[in-house]
Antibody, heavy 122, light 107 residues
Framework: QVQLVESGGGVVQPGRSLRLSCAAS????????MHWVRQAPGKGLEWVTV????????YYADSVKGRFTISRDNSKNTLYLQMNGLRVEDTAVFYC???????????????WGQGTMVTVSS | DIQMTQSPSSLSASVGDRVTITCRAS??????LVWYQQKPETAPRPLIY???SLQSGVPSRFSGSGSGTDFTLTISSLQPEDFATYYC?????????FGQGTKLEIK
């Protein structure tokens, strides 16, 4: 069963750091580009970042550039999002998502995790 | 960045109705558009990719069309489980961007 499971969310003070994880199962993780997408409470969806299947290419939304870092460990079938300098406006559910096609960078998402909540508050 | 504009923002309809949601891109994106359905407290569910291709497992009452800048999602005969929020998203170029959403409510 193809599945993505996020973890690592929680409540953190402004300026602090948090690392999210996304554990993949049921498919060959190393063949797929992976994304993080977030959704603030009661708001729409915002794409955050992507990493290529081999980890060599990464892109970020301007809102997180320089603060967030995406990475992956293909030996552990796990995607990460290191979030530094968190702001109140980063409060959101964070989803990881998989590219639909393998061995490409730049496709629609076909599999999403259930999301993990990040709350930035003093 | 490519801006995606959906209309309407909300829509009331009845079971059995035919419904159309529109998404416009601020610049041409070929057919690189996906439609999602999202219900409260759940992750988005892909419905249509490449503007008109039905995602596996999605009922055939859902269809998509368009290319360039103008796209539509049509639900041919609304079912009770279709009441949700719908989003379009372009994947022509980074940063990927989403429409603001269309909330489909029961009349």
């Amino acid at each position: 069963q193809v599945q993505l499971v996020e973890s690592g969310g929680g409540v953190v003070q402004p300026g602090r750091s948090l690392r999210l994880s996304c554990a993949a199962s049921g498919f060959t993780f190393s063949n797929y580009a992976m994304h993080w997408v977030r959704q603030a409470p009661g708001k729409g969806l915002e794409w955050v970042t992507v990493i290529s299947y081999d980890g060599n290419d990464k892109y970020y939304a301007d809102s997180v550039k320089g603060r967030f870092t995406i990475s992956r460990d293909n030996s552990k079938n796990t995607l990460y999002l290191q979030m530094n300098g968190l702001r109140v406006e980063d409060t959101a559910v964070f989803y990881c998502a998989r590219d639909r096609e393998k061995l490409v960078l730049g496709d629609a998402f076909d599999i999403w995790g259930q999301g993990t909540m990040v709350t930035v508050s003093s | 960045d490519i801006q995606m504009t959906q209309s309407p923002s909300s829509l009331s309809a009845s079971v059995g109705d035919r419904v159309t949601i529109t998404c416009r891109a601020s610049q041409a994106i070929n057919v690189w558009l996906v439609w999602y359905q999202q219900k409260p407290e759940t992750a988005p569910r892909p419905l249509i990719y490449a503007a008109s291709s039905l995602q596996s497992g999605v009922p055939s009452r859902f269809s998509g069309s368009g290319s360039g800048t103008d796209f539509t999602l049509t639900i041919s005969s609304l079912q009770p489980e279709d009441f949700a929020t719908y989003y379009c998203q372009q994947y022509n170029s980074y940063p990927y961007t989403f429409g603001q959403g269309t909330k489909l409510e029961i009349k």
